[in-house]
């Protein structure tokens, strides 16, 4: 290595010590400066790292190569390969093992004198040191010693000691090789196949060879220019890189006819490249005259033999430092932890991060994944942002079969928990539209029951200039306020909104004793007020008061209502008009906003966004003119799909408009559960087929699979089916016939399958059903069940009760037994089977086939009856 740049080598078994080898070898010693101050003396590699010098060679000139001892005895024992091709064993440290010490000084000398270009250790033999040298006509290139051979007393020629520096005692020159391989050729580089102690890989001049040393007349080769560094995978012993020029090949030894990857090519020479020690498949390359090392990452990419297509790759480059590279190594314990050395011998420390890789299960677990660590992300004690996450709502939900009552669709909302106030207004909407299409529908069939899906936006629509306003008297006062007389559009309005109940009868006192049994007593004293009876609204604050649930200020509010007058310029107007909006509650905001505002003007009832939506349509619909209602219902059913807000439902039903709203609100929560469950309610079928609501739908189910809530998105799809008859799926599976390849059914080439059963051909258990032990196609006989003998197709429940297979199988005569238990069933490795009914029945005290002479153990071989469903587990 004299007049080269310098090489870095990383001690195999002491891995705080490494050698730096140019002209000398000097021996380093890598300490940690994390809690310490750096020493007098020592050379800073990292933040956390310094190194210090222990002792320094310079007995071995004309370096060409080294390779450090692979064994734990002795520690510091090392071969340089020389200008004059002798192999010196030279060690950097004082080894009080006499056995040892005799082989420091040893010199293993050629026949001609020539460069060595490369050393290797044998890994599974440590005396077994292997020498590359240059060409040479009458000599072999390959030279593998024995380092506690037998010292050689013969005389060396002058010629192969005359680059030697000082005298060398002849029983240290070993001249004898124990094996000569590559004569008449040139040796680049080499290394051991950890797989054999004696098979060994050499870069010759222009092949890739594989030798035997059990058979030296004979080798494996393949010609390419390819042939420096060859290097073996540590963790695929397979896999070999190699590289000439700026090209890296990758072979597989398997398949050694052409290198199964080439890595992109560089435009600057490579000087070296390796395998990381402590890391499958990353692969370290360096150029000349750069300070950046490109990694390639094949962990991933497994190459199976026949594969002829090239495995992708992950490239990275690291920048350990800022000036050029001229050697590294890999640490061979501290995980993609190597050390760099530029010309001028300045180290650097460096770790080569892994990409960190983010896993997120389905309940919300987080684990990252670095290297070969794994994490888990634990949640604080204190913290309840689980709770709040949706998609830990969502699987609550599905678990209390949320969304699945479709009698009483107002109770969904308790299944959800009952703790949004926008999912019970949904729920409640869906419900009041389910039941008055029904009604609709009795009454006069194909009426009007779509238009109530249609929303109060479509309804109001449909009545403009059908309805006038009329003086109508207040309850307690002498006074009379315009509201808008009601027709039928207007009633089911008022009727979706939840105020009157079905029928002609507009009374709202049966609303107003629910809301009182419920505790909302502002409400139902506001929605007395919009009904003009003031009477009555003071009555339910006085109640409020007195209930100990109440606010006991209501007391104050019902006074303050007491006193109402009518006159415009009065002192109670004033007061009420500043100081209603210091009233925390909205609906006895909008109380005295309305006794206060003018006549058809009420926007403070109709703006207030904490009064619910139902309650302001129905306010709406009592007291605004057809121009007003509809221009107040269009700007806020704008404002309604804008913010997502399910409220609005009830304006725009289950329509296009209903989809936007719905879309807005899964960008906003991530609820893709509700949208599905609401989409399904009643929605006409080219609301169905949008784009939106289908991946809404098949999101969910991908969702309830990956919680393993099998049997919950199984109920989801039988309740998809009921509410929408297209999406009922085709069958999947069929039993064909053998011979003929048909679908064992009657009229199987007329008529498409649409989830039709074994009942249809007579094994459904039901004796009055025809039996069919042939196929309906070529009439070929259908196989015989193993335990039975019967043809398949034949009811269990029709088999011969006698039987001896019966006995053996120990069926129950008096019982009767489930459609399951005609179903063909059969092993899928020994092609045996029968009746599932009789098949597990055998294998509850069987392990191997009924079939004489067969050993199958069938039922074994079943992995996912191992698998429970995620709803089952107890936790």
């Known amino acids: 290595m004299s007049g080269t740049k310098p090489d870095i080598l990383w001690a195999p078994h002491q891995v705080d010590r490494f050698v730096v080898c140019d002209s000398e070898l000097s021996l380093y010693h890598v300490e940690s400066t994390v809690n310490s101050e750096l020493k007098a003396g020592s050379l800073r590699l990292s933040e956390d790292s310094a190194a210090t010098l222990l002792s320094i060679n310079s007995e071995t000139p004309y370096m060409k190569c080294v390779a450090w001892y692979l064994s734990y005895d002795p520690e510091c024992l090392l071969a ?13 440290g004082q080894d009080h093992n006499s056995k040892f010490r005799d082989l420091i000084g040893k010199e293993f000398v050629p026949k001609h004198a020539r460069q060595c270009n490369t050393l290797a250790w044998n890994p599974l033999d440590s005396n077994w040191l292997a020498a590359g040298l240059d060409k040479h006509r009458a000599d072999f290139s390959v030279l593998i010693w024995d380092i506690c051979s037998k010292y050689t007393p013969d005389i060396v020629p002058m010629e192969k000691v005359r680059l030697s520096v000082g005298e060398t005692e002849t029983s240290l020159l ?28 050499a870069g010759m001049h222009r092949n890739l060879a594989i030798f035997d040393l059990r058979n030296t007349s004979q080798k494996m080769f393949v010609n390419t220019k390819a042939v420096q560094g060859v290097t073996v995978d540590p963790y695929f012993h397979d896999r070999v890189a190699s590289f000439y020029e700026g090209q890296v090949a990758i072979w597989d030894l398997r398949k050694f006819e052409k290198p199964v990857l080439t890595l992109t090519e560089q435009p600057k020479p490579l000087t070296k490249v390796a395998w990381c020690p402590t890391r499958t498949g990353l692969l370290a390359t360096l150029t000349r005259d750069s300070n950046i090392i490109r990694l390639y990452d094949m962990q991933h990419t497994p190459t199976p033999i026949g594969d002829e297509t090239e495995p992708t790759i992950i490239e990275r480059s690291v920048q350990p430092c800022d000036n050029y590279i001229a050697s590294f190594a890999w640490h061979p314990t501290s995980q993609n932890r190597m050390i760099v050395v530029t010309p001028n011998r300045t180290m650097s420390d460096f770790t080569v991060f892994e990409r960190i890789s983010l896993a997120w299960s389905p309940i919300t677990s987080l684990m990252w994944a670095c290297g070969r660590h794994l994490y888990e992300c634990a949640e604080e004690e204190n913290d309840n942002s689980l709770e709040k996450d949706i998609a830990t709502k969502m699987r609550l939900r599905a678990l209390s079969r949320y969304g699945l009552d479709t009698e009483q669709v107002w109770r969904n909302h308790i299944l959800a928990g009952n703790e949004d106030p926008q999912l019970k207004s949904l729920w409640y909407t869906l419900h009041f ?14 009426n009007k029951g779509s238009l109530v899906y249609a929303g109060i936006k479509s309804i109001v629509k449909s009545s403009l ?29 008022l009727q979706l909104c939840g105020w009157i109940k079905k029928g002609t009868d507009v009374d709202v006192g049966p609303f107003l004793n629910s809301l009182v049994q419920e505790g909302e007593w502002e409400r139902a004293a506001a929605v007395a007020l919009f009904n003009l ?15 100990g649930k109440g606010d006991l200020n209501l007391n104050v509010v019902a006074m303050a209502l007491s006193g109402y007058t009518d006159e415009k310029n009065s002192l109670w107007r004033e007061m009420c008009s500043t100081l209603r909006l210091q009233l925390n509650n909205p609906y006895l905001c909008v109380m005295f906003a309305f006794l206060t505002s003018e006549a058809g003007s009420y926007d403070g009832v109709l703006y207030e966004n904490k009064v619910a939506v139902r309650d302001r349509v129905a306010f709406a619909c009592k007291f605004l003119s057809d121009s007003q209602l509809n221009r107040y219902i269009e700007k806020l059913t704008n404002e309604m799909k804008e913010a997502g807000n399910l409220e609005g439902i009830l304006l725009t039903g289950l329509t296009k408009d209903g989809v936007d709203l719905m879309e807005s609100y899964v960008d906003r929560t991530g609820d893709v559960q ?18 939106r609501v289908q991946y809404w739908i098949e999101n969910y189910r991908n969702l309830l699979d990956a919680w393993r809530f099998w049997h919950k998105r199984a109920e989801f799809d039988i309740h998809r089916s ?66 039975c003998l019967i043809n398949m197709g034949t009811p269990v429940s029709s088999c011969p009760g006698g039987s001896k297979s019966d006995e053996k199988v120990d069926l129950s005569k008096d019982k009767k037994l489930a459609q399951f238990n005609n179903w063909f069933t059969w092993c899928h490795n020994c092609r045996h089977g029968g009746h599932a009914g009789h098949m597990l029945s055998w294998f509850r005290d069987h392990a191997e086939c009924p079939v004489s002479a067969c050993t199958c153990k069938c039922m074994q071989l079943d992995t996912t009856g191992n698998l429970v469903p995620a709803e089952t587990v107890q936790p």
């Open 80 to 92: 340089v390969g020389q200008a004059n091709g002798r192999v010196v064993l030279t060690s950097l």
């Open 465 to 493: 200039g059908m309805v006038e306003s009329s003086r109508h008297n207040w309850s307690g006062l002498d006074k009379q306020s315009d509201i808008q007389n009601l027709n039928e559009e207007r009633i089911l309005a």
């Open 174 to 201: 070993v001249t004898k090789p124990l094996y000569e391989l590559g004569q008449n050729d040139a040796c680049l580089s080499l290394c051991w196949l950890p797989r054999d102690q004696k098979l060994l890989l």
């Open 674 to 691: 509700t949208a599905s469950y609401c989409m399904l309610q009643g929605s006409p079928l080219d609301v169905l087929k949008d784009e």
């Open 722 to 787: 009921k509410l929408d008859p297209s999406s009922k799926p085709l069958a999947q599976v069929f039993v064909s016939c053998n011979f003929c390849g048909k679908s064992i059914s009657y009229s199987c080439s007329a008529v498409p399958h649409q989830g039709r059963g074994f009942s249809q051909y007579g094994v459904s258990g039901s004796p009055t059903k025809s039996k069919v032990t042939s196929c309906p196609g070529c009439r070929k006989p259908l196989p015989r069940c193993a335990l």
């Open 533 to 547: 009876d003031i009477r009555r609204a003071i009555q339910i604050l006085n109640e409020g008061a007195s209930s």
């Open 433 to 446: 539209m389910k039941q008055y299409t029904e009604d609709m529908d009795q009454k006069s069939p194909g």
